[in-house]
């Protein structure tokens, strides 16, 4: 019988018999699930006009590029060469909030600047007191994954969503027995989950992103839908809206790699950023509301400044191997902070380009992260099933 | 992330790459040259060729990276949680440790990237190896999954059964060095790709969505017509010179710098740090003397102080003795209008030109004409933002001409010498002993209250909406 010398392993060979890989490859091809119709397609030609319309999309956009990189005459971080540097950073957990059953997916602070809800794969929605730990009200979403919460800038309701593709708003009552979820109002209808959800400046409007590749406005009181933004070309993940004086603009990342700001009167998409290499999975203003501050699956942080319409600096490290999954800057933006697939957190000199520190403490991965109103303090969700307030 | 769309052939994007940077570090830690240094470690009373200590290790990833030892002991765990490298003693257990305990590099063949995804069969097969190399040498949840797939494979036993014989016999065959090395490669691939019970999955990677992304949004002429004309937008569009702009995050910077608690602390000291809330409470939305830096921060820009409460109401008494209140109270009802109820929209419109745009109006605004006849058009046919123009004209206007003068006004002076600075909680001399956390009213409650007494004061007996008790 003719045996095979299969090498497996650098230093180890095994052999085999020349029937029992025959038998093997049957035995695998007959295991393999028939390939399902989305695999067996080919790629479908495209005709002519689509073609010349993709090439003519691509063209412009190098052109784009191009004209963004003329009036780049420095870097960041050779204009921050005379500011001061960082010394020895500490922060440690303050506060370690336990009580969900399953991964933390989402958080947001009330302008109360100590109050937090936050959101987890197992449907839980929990509002804490973070400051003294305590569980102020706890409602059971109907479906699994809630991806997104928000907390009313009254601070009297929060607005949770996911897998149910949808986005509601629950009035938080004190009344200790009343079900949350009699209450509950369905605002946001999309055609696939709810990957993140806003209140703009009252708790009248919602701004939502979702799986479906759109963003959309909504009035809370009738569940109208007031605007729908389309442009990405995937799965938006993350928004956020502008600090701007006429406040009027919001940024949404997505699987597409790209990061849009839009004009949330007219729907239109204003600005578009695409220098990432993977999905970006958040995204957050500058408090200036001049530039925004993204974080991808590559690994990097990157910001893009409005004005100068470009990318104007990186932030990653050769060590750092991970997808971020959430960032958000210190009050006065000097610092970036960045929650890591590693279950790390790294801070960043904005200025600089230079990483601060590196926090550990949680035991899976870094899913949300969100510094509160005042800036005191960073609150961080994990897959570990905890949240932890850094100081 | 935590959804996940698999890419044509099931690979998952997020995970490859992740993959890839790790076989980067672990091709450079083998590199003749720069790579580490290995050795033979003694197991037991076997020799085994090429392993390093975990002491090792994170001395090259720190040498390499330029990191902390806590970093490289943290990266170097990842590697070894994701199978690139496992441990001779204990080899059960895929931890790091930074001392003399003995590693090998995985063998390629049993990378997860390689072998992706890891097949039943292939875990059925291994698993009756063990089975029949030891009788009994399977774990508890071993040999539950082994029935499990006992039954659902049940069509293809005698394979297994005769392929585990087969490699077994094979194995024998070998050093008793290269069987150790292969049984230890073999058990830390099946612990990364069927973890033991209450051990973290690595390879989780979330909500698995196993559509091809450019499926949901359809890839049309719309869509890349749409595209084409947003490009040729940008194209037009003014930009700022770099120089600039990133001027102007260093100024930003510069000025918040003292009011950034992380960065320079809070007084009199950071809540989540000394358990004391007395920051927050002399920071409240109204307090009888606001504090120095809060005061400071509305001379930042006219948004600083409009978002203030406090701020805002200092503004309105000094525009009241310019006689120039309307204007705020003008662009606080506009925000009503674009923040608010839809349902109100119409009513709101109608009330903002009785009182502000009407002539003879009792607040007459002071708008131009072009303006005011464009708002005066869309009134006509009211919606959210009709009054967008108007709101913006008196927004600038208050911005350019009130505010700077009331920067240097007596009443703002006299605010900010007034101004409290609040004195640094001293260490408290026990330090171990921890302040008592106390709770704080709910907004939620605050708002339930409010409504109450609102509900009451309507009239007892009425059932009012709010406040009421379900």
Known sequence: MKKNKITLTNNITCFLSNSFLVKMKTSLKYMRSPPTPEMATQEVPLNETLAHLKTESETLKSKLEEERAKLHDVELHQVAEKVEGLGQFVMKTRRTLKGHGNKVLCMDWCKDKRRIVSSSQDGKVIVWDAFTTNKEHAVTMPCTWVMACAYAPSGCAVACGGLDNKCSVYPLSLDKNENLAAKKKSVAMHTNYLSACSFTNSDMQILTSSGDGTCALWDVESGQLLQSFHGHAADVLCLDLAPSETGNTFVSGGCDKKANVWDMRSGQCIQSFETHESDINSVRYYPSGDAFASGSDDATCRLYDLRADREVAIYSKDSIIFGVSSVDFSLSGRLLFGGYNDYTINVWDVLKGTRVSILFGHENRVSTLRVSPDGTAFCTGSWDHTLRIWA | ?470
Request: charged letters at 25%.
């Open chain 2, 1 to 470: 992330m935590t959804i996940n769309t698999l890419a044509k052939g099931g690979c998952h994007r997020e995970q490859m790459a992740c993959f890839r940077k790790m076989e980067k570090v672990i091709v450079a830690m083998q590199d003749p040259d720069m790579g580490m240094k290995m050795r033979n470690q003694r197991l037991l009373i076997t020799v085994i060729p090429h392993a390093m200590t975990g002491h090792d290790i994170i001395a090259w990833l720190t040498h390499k990276y330029r990191i902390s030892e806590e970093e490289s002991l943290h990266l170097g765990n990842m590697l070894v949680k994701y199978g690139y490298i496992y441990p001779l003693k204990e080899p059960r257990c895929l931890v790091l440790r930074p001392d003399e305990s003995p590693y090998r590099f995985q063998t390629p063949y049993f990378w997860t990237s390689t072998r992706w995804p890891a097949s039943e069969l292939d875990y059925a097969i291994y698993l009756a190896k063990k089975n029949i190399r030891k009788q009994g040498e399977l774990m508890e949840y071993e040999k539950e999954r082994y029935s499990l797939l006992h039954k659902r494979i049940n069509h293809t036993w005698d394979f297994v059964v005769m392929q585990a014989r087969e490699q077994l016999r094979a194995s024998k065959q070998r050093r008793k060095a290269d069987r150790i090395v292969l049984e230890c490669q073999e058990q830390a691939y099946w612990l990364i790709n069927r973890p033991p019970p209450g051990v973290n999955n690595v390879l989780d990677t979330g909500l698995e969505r196993p559509n091809n992304f450019s499926c949901r949004v359809t890839l049309n002429s719309d869509y890349y017509k749409r595209e084409i004309e947003a490009c040729r937008k940008a194209l037009g569009r003014n930009r700022v010179k770099s120089s600039i702009c990133l001027e102007g995050f260093l100024k930003y910077s510069e000025q918040y710098l003292n009011h950034d608690p992380i960065m320079q602390g809070c007084l009199p000291s950071n809540p989540w740090i000394s358990d004391d809330t007395a920051h927050w409470t002399m920071n409240a939305e109204i307090v009888p003397v606001p504090t120095r830096l809060r005061v400071e921060r509305w001379s930042f820009s006219f948004m600083e102080l409009l978002n203030d409460a406090m701020g805002r109401r200092e503004f309105m008494t000094y525009l009241e003795k310019e006689f120039s209140a309307e204007n705020l109270y003008f662009w606080q009802a506009c925000e009503d209008i674009r923040h608010g109820e839809s349902s109100k929209i119409v009513e709101k419109v109608e009330d903002i030109y009785k009182n502000f745009l009407a002539p003879g109006a009792a607040r007459w605004v002071n708008i131009d004409s072009k303006t005011m006849d464009k708002t005066l058009e869309g009134i006509k046919r009211p919606h959210r933002f009709v009054m967008d123009d108007a709101q913006m004209h008196i927004y600038f206007l208050m911005k350019k001409d009130s505010y700077p003068r009331y920067l240097k006004s007596d009443l703002y002076k006299n605010m900010l010498a007034k101004a409290i600075v609040p004195q640094e909680t001293k260490k408290s001399v026990f330090p171990f002993m921890r302040r008592q956390r106390h709770s704080s009213p709910s907004p939620a409650q605050t708002a339930t209250q409010a409504a109450e007494e609102e509900g009451l004061a309507k009239g007892a007996g009425a059932n009012s909406a709010a406040g009421s008790h379900f």
